[in-house]
């Protein structure tokens, strides 16, 4: 067990809808970060927040958003969802401001399925 | 295209045997990087990193390496278990963006 826990486990919607992940992170720890992966890819990473601020934006699609709230917790919403975007979502934590020696925690993952 | 690959999607070993998991890097700029293992229906765990300052990294059972000439690393895992058996992710930290290979699936056979 990482720490870090991410809900809902599993999530079926439909094309055009929106939806919101949710990820509490280790305790102590001040970065949030999220990936996505899609079937047999490897881990696309979304977005980076430290202690609420946005950080680093990755391969983060236009409806795509996040935010860190002042608990620290974080939420990704999703919208307007198409097909493609079934995947498994990871939420990873980690103490410092993702300088390079800092040891991310993963989630178990968020698996979304759009029909 | 892609920044971090690893070029063979799986690999078996025998149980006692040395596993080499190889990746490839584009970026000559890249300066710290890091090994993943992953369980079905689990996230990624942390296994070992090396930064570009050095060429070697040991952590028990696990070594990686890094070839900067070639934009190469491997990771060594000796001697290889059934516990082993997973998924494994190489990535870079680059300027807090964090690139991952597709990764290769290791299967340890008792």
């Known amino acids: 067990d990482s720490g870090v826990t991410q809900t809902p486990k599993h999530l079926i919607t439909a094309t055009g809808q929106r939806v919101t992940l949710r990820c509490s992170p280790r305790s102590g720890d001040l970065s949030v970060y999220w990936y996505q992966q899609s079937l047999d890819q490897g881990l696309q990473f979304l977005i980076h927040y430290y202690n609420g601020e946005e950080r680093a934006k990755g391969n983060i699609l236009e409806r795509f958003s996040a935010q860190q709230f002042p608990d620290l917790h974080s939420e990704l919403n999703l919208s307007s969802l198409e097909l493609g975007d079934s995947a498994l979502y990871f939420c990873?934590?980690?103490?410092?401001?993702?300088?390079?020696?800092?040891?991310?925690?993963f989630g178990p993952g968020t698996r979304l399925t759009v029909l | 295209d892609q920044q971090v690959k690893q070029n063979s999607p799986s690999l078996s070993v025998q149980e006692g045997r040395i596993s080499i998991l190889n990746c490839d890097y584009t970026n000559s700029m890249f300066d710290y990087f890091l090994w993943y293992k992953k369980y079905p229906a689990e996230g990624p765990t942390f296994l070992i990193s090396i930064s570009s300052i050095k060429d070697k990294n040991e952590d028990g059972r696990f070594t990686v390496f890094l070839n900067k000439s070639a934009k190469h690393l491997s990771l060594h895992i000796v001697p290889s278990q059934p516990g082993d058996s997973a998924v494994y992710f190489c990535a870079v930290n680059y300027g807090q963006n964090f690139v991952f290979g597709p990764g290769t699936r290791l299967s340890v056979l008792p």
């Open positions: 990873a934590s980690s103490v410092e401001n993702g300088s390079p020696t800092d040891t991310q925690y």
